[in-house]
């Protein structure tokens, strides 16, 4: 090392300082003490009166003495002045010098040949973590030289880390082995000829093998196969450094998966887990990946009294792993019940099960034999990534295990709504099991379709009213065998021809041809203008009203089922005029009845069932249409999404229907709430009767009407409204007006624009 010169110290327990150039501006600074008190020694830097930036770092020799290492970054004209200070036990020492006069680049070897064990790594990772974020030197070409050297001195022949495929974005999954004492990797990073560069992703630590090693498995973010490089690894068994040396073009994923097809579960778990944390495109590789060779399902099924189960649900998304099977075990000799994952110990499950009974299938000549069903949720389960095939432990008394593993589960948000919403027979459904299991489940799908909803098309079909007074969306969902009547209905009468603008919504697009050649023909025959809204994909009640809405025009707004037919004309103005802003009525709904003429609908109120849960329920069901008490208009709760009309910018206003309710049922009582919420009352009006004929569409959808999408959909309106319900079924039917009151229509469609606007 280069004997620095001028220089002026005082001391005498200090060898010659010396200094060399780590690379362009920043320099090395090292002083050998032969005092090895417990003095506490430190470096100050300073350039022209000012403290320079540096780091420093006190390392012990193999010979007993002691080494302090400063790095700092020098770009004046001034000299350096450095102080060693050992506190209050020995005098300090300065010295002065220009580092314009040091040429003598670092040597690697040199540096490291006196260090002692721990100090080599203690100056390895300053070098890797430390100082090139300090100096920013990650990009820097001769300081990942002097790096590249440091770390080839301290592992002579690294063991080799093998790229072994080619990942989506760019990405790499590479390979090795580490020794079987080690038990964490702190921090990985990737070494090349042109950068310095941390790797996130978490790598993933086999189980130590016969030999005493582990397999490691590692994703780099910017691995340039062409380059040789070096993999950096900080654990807690030391500094660990692998080659990557040139060779040729990365195997595909396919091909390393396929030699894979019989690897533990956990790294094909783990690998599952990193790609779609990744990206979208690598959340859709790890998907087909599954699918394309997936592990062979597992189950234990016996006749006699020993244990037997199977999973047979197994559905993975943001709120976690929602599992459920069935288990026999006549002699209670299952100790605990474990769920594998891809890092860690497996998770017990025993105590976190709902237990229900359950009839197995019975076999050719033989009866039905009784199990116990069961279901549970383990939030955050592999980070919300759609690990298709999870294992599962049977951990018997006897310490046998018993694995079990179901064949490839869905992945796509609707089927494994339609999953969880059949997980669990409706009779055996307790609050305990909705809001525990089931409710995040769903949420979380709901959220995942609302996010992925693909913007509409709007259909045009003839010409529409310049400036339509009403707009009357009506959702379609695979019945359409109404529309005939009603849009002859519609078109009979002279006000809606003249003020309504006609907007489907179809909720079912793969019939998009079919129905709009039948729109097309009405319109034909009846000459009544329409838009027909075809929605990318299903999304519910919820989000088909909201997709008319987005295109209607008139400053009301009427939401009508397919399944509603007019009893004569001019209801529709009738209903719009009914509306009364300075009086604060929001919402105005009419008498629904049934094609015998008894009643559907006479306003909408709540009743608790004697679970305490809050269920919507028409006043006067079933009775007759001319029965008097419904025939009376007046404030209700609330009324049904069959029939309701609105002030649009009002609709706008309080967020329209919440699609946060499962296929369709309960949205319109919640938009009763919110608007009663923005201080506006609900009017029930008996003078237009419209037939109803009632849930012809939604019975259409299985996973509606299995039962617990209803369940859910009611838990969801008591957790979200119960004071509030509790409050108006006591007879608070007139809300406070809020401040400012919304009064006048084009007043709130400023409000609506100008929120618009902002977004």
């Known amino acids: 090392m280069l004997t620095i010169a001028p220089a002026q110290a005082v001391g005498d327990q200090v060898s010659n300082p010396e200094l060399l150039r780590l690379c362009g501006s920043i320099f090395l600074l090292s002083w050998t003490l032969d005092d090895t008190s417990m003095a506490k020694h430190s470096v100050t830097l300073t350039c022209g009166g000012k403290r320079a930036p540096s780091a420093s770092l006190t390392l012990d020799l193999s010979d007993g003495r002691t080494r302090i290492v400063s790095a700092f970054r020098h770009t004046g004209l001034d000299e350096i002045t450095a102080k060693l200070s050992s506190g209050q036990l020995g005098p300090d020492t300065f010295l002065s010098f220009d580092p314009e006069f040091v040429h003598a680049m670092a040597d690697a070897p040199e540096v490291v040949r006196d260090l002692a064990p721990s100090a080599r790594l203690a100056l390895a990772n300053a070098l890797i973590g430390t100082w090139p974020t300090l100096f920013n030197l990650r990009e820097t070409g001769a300081y990942l030289v002097f790096l590249r050297q440091f770390l080839l001195a301290l592992s002579l022949k690294p063991v080799a880390a093998v790229p072994v495929a080619a990942l989506s974005g760019g990405r790499t999954l590479l390979e090795t082995s580490v020794p079987g004492r080690l038990n964490t990797v702190k921090a990985a990073y990737w070494l090349d000829q042109s950068h310095l560069a941390r790797i996130e992703t978490r790598p993933r630590l086999g189980k130590t093998d016969k030999t005493g090693r582990r397999s490691l498995h590692l994703i780099a973010d910017s691995f340039q196969p062409r380059h040789a490089g070096l993999l950096i690894l900080q654990s807690d068994a030391g500094l660990i450094v692998r080659a990557l040396p040139e060779r040729a073009p990365v195997p595909t994923l396919g091909r390393w998966w396929a030699s894979k097809a019989s690897a533990r579960d956990d790294l094909r778990s783990w690998l599952v887990e990193q790609l779609a944390a990744g990206s979208e495109q690598g959340r859709l590789l790890a998907i087909e990946m599954q699918r394309r060779l997936p592990l062979p399902a597992q189950n234990v099924r016996r006749r006699d009294d020993l244990p037997s189960a199977e999973i047979d649900l197994a559905i993975c998304n943001q709120s976690g792993l929602l599992l459920g099977g069935w288990y026999r075990d006549p002699d209670a000799s299952i100790e605990q019940v474990l769920v594998h ?56 008394k006897s310490g046998t295990s018993l ?82 009547i009603q849009v002859a209905s519609f078109a009979g009468d002279s006000w809606f021809r003249d003020k309504a603008e006609l907007i489907y919504v179809l909720d079912s697009p793969e019939h998009e041809g079919e129905v709009a050649h039948l729109l097309g023909g009405l319109h034909l025959a009846y000459g009544l203008p329409m838009q027909l809204v075809v929605m990318g994909r299903n999304g519910g009640f919820s989000a088909a009203c909201n997709a008319g809405a987005a295109v209607a025009r008139g400053e009301t707004l009427a939401l009508v089922n397919s399944d509603i037919i007019p009893s004569g004309k001019g209801w529709l103005p009738t209903l719009a005029n009914k509306l009364d802003r300075r009086g604060r009525i929001g919402v105005v709904g009419p008498k629904l009845l049934y094609d015998d003429g008894s009643l559907q609908h006479a306003g909408l109120f709540f009743k608790r069932d004697r679970h305490g849960v809050w269920l919507n329920h028409h006043y006067h069901k079933g009775m007759p249409g001319s029965y008097g008490p419904a025939n009376a208009e007046r404030l209700v709760p609330g009324v049904t999404g069959a029939c309701m009309v609105m002030p649009r910018a009002l609709f706008n206003e309080v967020g329209g229907f919440d699609d946060s309710y499962v296929i369709g049922d309960y949205e319109d009582s919640d938009l009763c709430l919110k608007i009663r919420k923005a201080g506006f009352g609900i009017k029930y009006v008996p003078g237009v009767a419209l037939y109803h004929l ?24 008591t957790k979200r409204w119960d004071s509030e319900i509790q409050a108006l079924m006591a007879g608070d039917l007139m809300p406070a007006p809020k401040t400012p009151a919304i009064r006048e229509p084009e007043i709130l469609s400023r409000t609506v624009l100008r929120r618009a606007s902002a977004a």
């Open 341 to 396: 994952r891809s890092a860690g110990e497996p998770i017990p499950i025993q105590d976190r099960l709902e237990r229900f009974g359950a009839l197995l299938p019975a076999e050719p000549g033989g009866d039905h034999r009784t199990a116990t069903g069961f279901l549970t949720l383990l939030p955050g389960y592999a980070s919300g990534a759609p690990v298709l095939q999870p294992r599962c432990e049977l951990r018997l």
């Open 403 to 484: 694995f079990l593993r179901p064949g490839p589960q869905p992945a796509d948000a609707l089927t494994i709504r339609s999953r969880a919403l059949a997980s669990i027979p409706p009779q055996h459904l307790t609050s305990s099991i909705l809001e525990r299991m089931l409710a995040p489940m769903l949420a979380s799908c709901q959220a995942s379709l609302r996010a992925s909803l693909p913007e509409p098309r709007v259909k045009t079909i003839g010409t529409l009213p310049a400036q339509p007074s009403v707009s009357v969306v009506i959702p379609l969902y695979r019945v359409y065998e109404f529309l005939r």
């Open 694 to 717: 009632e849930r012809q569409s939604i019975s259409k959808s299985l996973d509606y009407t299995r039962g617990v999408a209803s369940q859910h959909n009611s838990w969801l309106q």
